[in-house]
């Protein structure tokens, strides 16, 4: 399953949430506000979840293996660091 589109919507403010990402898999299929998180090691990616009655929240989809979970932080991320760069760079 490839990535074909990523993007991203920055959250204003100083928390931890940066920002809501879109990714769409093969032109085909797309999941909606994958979050962009600040950690204590650094960025990671958390899946869109719902509230359930017992006050937990559980994902609405996220990755079945470790792999592709490490595959499509590492894309998201870099596309976030990119997007981050862009804005920070001058235009004349």
């Known amino acids: 399953m490839d990535i074909t589109d990523i993007r991203i919507r920055r ?3 100083e928390g ?3 920002a809501y990402v879109t990714v769409t898999f ?3 299929f797309v999941i909606h506000n994958v979050k962009i998180i600040e950690g204590k090691t650094g960025m ?3 899946m869109p979840s719902r509230k359930t009655k017992a006050g937990e929240y ?3 989809a996220h990755p079945i293996s470790p792999e592709f979970r490490t595959r499509l932080q590492d894309a998201l ?3 976030y660091e990119r997007a981050d760069n862009n804005s920070d760079s ?3």
């Open 11 to 13: 959250v204003s403010g």
């Open 77 to 79: 991320v870099l596309a």
């Open 44 to 46: 990671f990616i958390a």
């Open 16 to 18: 931890k949430l940066k």
């Open 58 to 60: 559980k994902d609405i």
């Open 26 to 28: 093969d032109e085909c």
């Open 90 to 92: 001058s235009t004349d």
